[in-house]
């Protein structure tokens, strides 16, 4: 039975959160005073992604290769046939993925975003579409860099931050039609839908919205690729909420996926709990066209650009991504940070998805307009008064316009990534509570401007400040109130 691993305490009657697992190996935080947390985020240029970890208490920043490895994934790293040709492990891993998925080819690359730029330098010619429910960052930088244009057709429900809708992350049927037909299919370079739609708040999709999806698709003679990055939260919530699914096996919805699209593609920093990527398919001509720059841009077929060690614990992560009692842990994490931070009124994206939990930078920071970079200046407040590291998911995430105009984003969001396994109850209500804390206080903080802004993917490298130093007035109310506390 997969019974979710809520339970209610008897006294608070409070929907407590249970791991099905146990701490075996620990890595000690730190949490410095808030003086030089304001010190530190300042020389980070108000940038999350250029803190140093030393200075961070809770790295909520990404899931991305940071999820807890289990015993059995450890175990096998002292396995690994460490050979750069034919090697054991390759096929040992070939066989797990071939399993799950169903495809007939496996390319290994060194994370998802190196799929995606194959698949891109494969699939796209200049000034052709790709479709996709929603965008993520690297996807589209790579499709863009060659040429081509994103089209999202997310449903107008997906875009509203709070909703009751079980699939936020579903492709408008209608839209899609209307747009294959408007575009024709020899402008259109592939249809892509992701799991766990990463940027409106990790959505999911469902797998009936999946299935028309592919029968466009089909109908057309279009390529359509499904972005398994976050497949895990999305099996999670087929299972708990799709009608028709709540006695299917995990491993025959997975393979039931994969088998409506021509290509499935994921990072391993996130399905599989270790660092690489790899690309499926059973379709001949894509896979010699692929290989050929598997080899040139990442490594030899057996291993492309990924540690051989990783690639046999690979094997066990994705065979444990298949277990119920694994999977639901990110979810009900997530549902257990929302509803702690709803208690206190702080705005968030509904229902809690996947991946992590998503603050409304928008309506927390009423008073700051997009161009001012709300969920920067959010994420940034954050830190600060809690050592928290989220990351910026709203305008500065996004590519200037071709004109130098800002691309304002649809969603202006913070997120509190929950890596696999790795924080417990007491870390969420800290976070809740330092939060919770700000959101007595925004009106303190301020809006972000550049001092440094590159090109491409700015929200990496890019260096702001904080407009009328905010931060200082905000390190000193934090001071009045938390005293010598940290
Ligand atoms: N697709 C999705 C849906 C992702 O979330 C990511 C990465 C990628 C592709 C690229 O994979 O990092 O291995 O190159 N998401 C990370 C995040 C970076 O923090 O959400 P990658």
Redesign the pocket.
Known sequence: MNEVKFFFNQTGGERIPLEMHKAKMVQRLHLLPVDERQAAIENAGFNTFLLKNRDVFLDML???GVNAMSDEQYAALLRADDSYAGSETFYRLEAELSKMFGKKYFLPAH????C?HILAKTLVKPGQAVIMNFH?T??KAHITLLGGKVIELLTDEGLKVESDIAFKGDMDIEKLKSTVQALGKENIAFIRV?A?T?LIGGQPVSVKNMREVSQICKANGITSVF?A??LSDNLYFIKTREQGYENTEISDITREIASLFDIVYF?A??LGCVRG?GILTSNDELHIAMRELVTLYEGFLTYGGMSVKEMEALAVGLREALDFNVIEQTPIFVEALTNELRKFGVPTVLPAGG?GCHIDAKRFLEHIPQSEYPAGALAAAIYLVGGIRG?ERGTLSEQRNDDGSEHFAEMELVRL?LPKRVFTLSHIKFVADRVAWLYRNRHLIGGLEFVDEPSILRFFFGRLRAKNDWHIRLTEAFKRDFGESL
Do not use: I, V
């Open positions: 990404t899931d991305s994370q998802g975003r190196a995606e993520f690297t996807t992701e766990g990463n972005d990055s976050l990072s920093r996130k990527g991946l990351m990534a």
